[in-house]
């Protein structure tokens, strides 16, 4: 986030300033999880557990579902296909849909649990939203410029965070205190996949350069 604010600058009047924006809306997020997790009498933890939220399961369920929506909205920002722009709503429409209802169907899961349906619904709608956004990339004349457009790297981390931390959740079952092997296991990779994320976001706000085209 430190970066993006640092860039913001230069990318003023770009699809990069939403996605710095996007950043800053994730570390919100973090900070109110961390706040939860740490902190019992902060304000903002002390109301969202007098409303019910008496778990970090709905920390876990925002941060997708907001992160899922917002990424989408980049990537139909940075399209230039008018299909795959309406492609990417429709996609975006779906996706919001399927959520709603299991809100709706199974209310509980939202305060009490973490139901991988959340994350494997997330997983591949990017997996298809990013999909367009490298086809359409690789049949512009735009491809030879790739490196230097911040779109390219942004959702090129997106899309190998998102393939390496989504097969966990397969072997969820043994992330009690019983196998502490594969508790540290996860934290590893979890820690792997963010450094090399965020890494790349910074990497790419510094060496791109603001275009008007896939910015």
């Not at 722009?85 to 809100?103: E, Q, S, W």
């Not at 305060?111 to 990339?137: M, N, P, R, W």
């Not at 205190?177 to 792997?192: A, E, H, M, W």
Request: one cysteine or more.
């Amino acid at each position: 986030m430190l970066t993006g604010l640092l860039c913001l600058k230069k990318y003023k009047g770009t699809t990069t300033t939403f996605f710095i924006l996007f950043l800053i809306y994730i570390v919100l997020i973090d900070f109110t999880g961390a706040t939860f997790f740490y902190d019992n009498n902060f304000k903002l933890t002390t109301y969202l557990r007098s409303i019910g939220f008496n778990s970090m399961s709905w920390y876990n369920l925002f941060w997708i579902f907001g992160t899922v929506l917002l990424i989408l909205y980049y990537i139909y920002s940075v399209l230039r296909n008018n299909f795959n722009r309406r492609f990417i709503l429709v996609l975006g429409g779906v996706y919001l849909a399927l959520m709603l209802c299991h809100f709706y169907i199974y209310p509980n899961v939202f305060f009490k649990a973490h139901d991988s349906y959340y994350q494997f619904t997330g997983a591949f709608s990017l997996l298809i939203g990013c999909s367009v956004y490298f086809i359409e990339l690789i049949n512009s004349e735009t491809i030879s410029n790739a490196l230097k457009t911040y779109s390219f790297y942004a959702l090129s981390a997106i899309l190998i965070w998102w393939l390496i931390v989504t097969p966990i959740l397969f072997f969820e079952a043994y992330n009690t205190v019983v196998d502490f092997d594969f508790v540290y296991l996860k934290r590893r990779i979890f820690v792997f996949a963010n450094i090399f994320m965020y890494s790349c976001f910074a990497i790419g706000l510094i060496i791109s350069k603001p275009q008007s085209h896939y910015v």
